[in-house]
């Protein structure tokens, strides 16, 4: 988790008031901050990332003093409006599509105050930006600059600028090939048509996002007006970024201006304060918590969170302030219900009828599965339930099945949630083809497909697949192990129907029926799919749909 060391002068003087230690120690953790140290000039603490606005001392100091009483309910921030503009280049639609942009005048900075902005920038870009990847963010002296600006894309050799740090300009690619920034985050740029480039109206450069700022617009202590840009993939991610910045700058006295942004088809001034409404029911709020609130009670509580709250007879209105994206359900406003009124103040109680814990009945049919598996000579694997299409659908040489795919992956390694456990297995056998054969593993693990019929529009399912490899691998063998592990599992009367198709050899496969529906499958494994996998051994497999079979035996 990220980490913050606040000095105490520093936090008193954002708090109002100074505390003991213990005091200090208790408010932070009611705050949900895990405290490190605490010593007679500072404290460290380490911030949940679901919470970016913690990223500076003013964050913190803004939500304690809601906690303390001294300021309830949520801030009140007015932006000017708009009095220049960034334009937006229509050749960046495929390379990094959206920009924000505010002015913030009149703050007053010392070197604690720099330090802070440099940082909290810092651990925004890795909250909020997925380490730059998805946000940006370039803090610029105004004063150094011309108005408007352009958001334009360039090719590598077509601007040259003194980078942050640097001493000479460098073209656009020289920065990615020589530069430690342009080193570390070329990736994020690479097989881009275009670069983006942030210009003010003397066609000077002021960022390379996201990259590195240029040396023009550095900030130093006789910094008082300064021009933000954030820039990204993710046009909600921008906005909330922009948010948690200008609020913070406004909370160290900065007045912030808002800048009209110019893309090709509409026009918006930002930063966008307006948030959510939320209706939060009296009756949720008690039966999550278990308590028995009043409804004053739960909007107490909530404005002490730094929210506008407000009660209608049984229901709750409740309004965020603008640096808090982090609220995403009413789970997330109970949670905050609860963190108002303290959790040192919530009693705990003993239930009224003495209950035992006990096993889910999937964690039962598994752990017997599992025994069965085991006593039958084949040794445990567990893999990644993500995957990629290479290896879930090419490899084994059939078609995509209907499946989710990560908006934002990490790699390409792992863009997809796999749909069978089969492939998985085989990936396995490949990393392992020098080890000694025979080899005979299996997997127990979850399957997920896409299922509009939920909330979540996605169904999990437990699967249980198996391999063997080694000289004499055969459908028999396969068809021995199904038929030990069926009866075991108390499986009766299932039958077994041909199936000709990949990744199985023809005439050696078979689908497993029960009851008139599909259990499962089993068979030999094609030597192509063999080849893929740069496998030698023939191999012959299988594979049990789990949660079908808990339901069929009314487990």
Avoid at 277 to 285: I, L, Q
Wanted: proline letters at 7%.
């Amino acid at each position: 988790m990220p980490a913050l060391t606040v000095r105490k002068q520093r936090f008193w003087s954002l708090l109002g008031r100074e505390l003991s230690d213990e005091e200090l120690s208790n408010l932070l953790h009611d705050l949900g901050l895990d405290v490190e140290e605490i010593t007679d000039e500072y404290f460290r603490v380490e911030y949940n990332p679901n919470r970016p606005d913690f990223s500076s001392p003013v964050g913190i100091a803004r939500a304690a003093r809601g906690l303390l009483g001294i300021s309830v309910g949520a801030p009140r921030y007015r932006p000017r409006p708009a009095r220049t503009y960034i334009e937006v280049d229509p050749r960046l639609r495929d390379v990094r599509p959206y920009v924000a942009a505010a002015i913030v005048r009149g703050l007053k900075l010392g070197t604690e105050e720099l330090g802070e902005l440099i940082a909290m920038q810092e651990d925004l870009h890795w909250i909020l930006g997925r380490d730059r990847a998805k946000v940006a963010i370039g803090l610029h002296d105004h004063s150094a600059v011309k108005p408007p600006f352009k958001y334009v894309a360039a090719r590598g050799d077509e601007y040259k600028f003194i980078p942050l740090g640097g001493y000479s300009p460098m073209t656009l690619d020289e920065i990615l090939e020589r530069h430690e920034k342009g080193i570390r985050y070329a990736h994020i740029l690479r097989g881009k048509p275009f670069y983006p480039l942030i210009l003010d109206s003397l066609n000077r450069v002021l960022s390379f996002p996201p990259i590195i700022n240029s040396r023009l617009t550095e900030l130093s202590e006789k910094t008082t007006d300064i021009f933000i840009d954030v820039t990204g993939t993710d046009f909600k991610a921008v906005i909330h970024t922009i948010n948690i910045l200008t609020t913070t700058m406004a909370d160290m006295g900065g007045v912030v201006e808002r800048v009209k942004v110019k893309y090709p088809d509409r026009i918006i001034s930002t930063p966008i304060y307006k948030t959510r409404r939320w209706r939060v029911r009296r009756s949720s709020v008690n039966e999550t918590l278990g308590l028995e609130l009043k409804s004053i009670d739960i909007v107490r509580a909530l404005r002490r969170m730094r929210h506008d709250a407000r009660a209608r007879g049984e229901v709750i209105e409740v309004v965020p302030p603008p640096y808090r994206p982090d609220i995403m359900h009413e789970v997330d406003l109970i949670e905050d219900v609860a963190m108002g009124i303290g959790y040192g103040n919530l009693e705990p109680t003993q239930p009224h009828i003495l209950m035992y814990g006990g096993l889910h009945p999937d964690t039962v049919l598994e752990d017997l599965a599992r025994e069965i598996m085991i006593g039958l000579g084949f040794t445990e694997v567990m893999n990644f339930t993500l995957t990629n299409v290479e290896n879930e659908y090419v490899k084994m040489c059939v078609q995509p099945h209907t499946h989710i795919k990560l908006k934002n992956p990490v790699s390409q390694e792992y863009s997809i949630l796999r749909t069978w456990v089969l492939p998985s297995l085989m990936k396995t056998l490949a990393l392992n083809v020098k080890a000694l054969y025979p080899q005979r593993i299996f997997e127990i693990g979850d399957v997920v497909h896409p299922d509009p019929s939920r909330p979540e529009k996605a169904s999990r399912r437990l699967r249980l697949a198996a391999a063997s490899s080694h000289s004499e691998a055969s459908y028999s063998e396969i068809k021995s192990v199904v038929e030990e592990i069926l009866r075991n599992l108390g499986v009766e009367g299932w039958d077994l129907s041909p199936l000709d198709s990949m990744p199985f050899i023809e005439g050696r496969a078979a689908q497993i029926i029960w009851g008139g529906d599909a259990l499962g499958f089993l068979g030999e494994i094609h030597p192509e799919v063999l080849t893929n996998w740069r496998l030698s051994m023939p191999t012959a497999a299988m594979e049990l749909d789990l949660s079908l079979l808990a339901k069929k035996l009314g487990r």
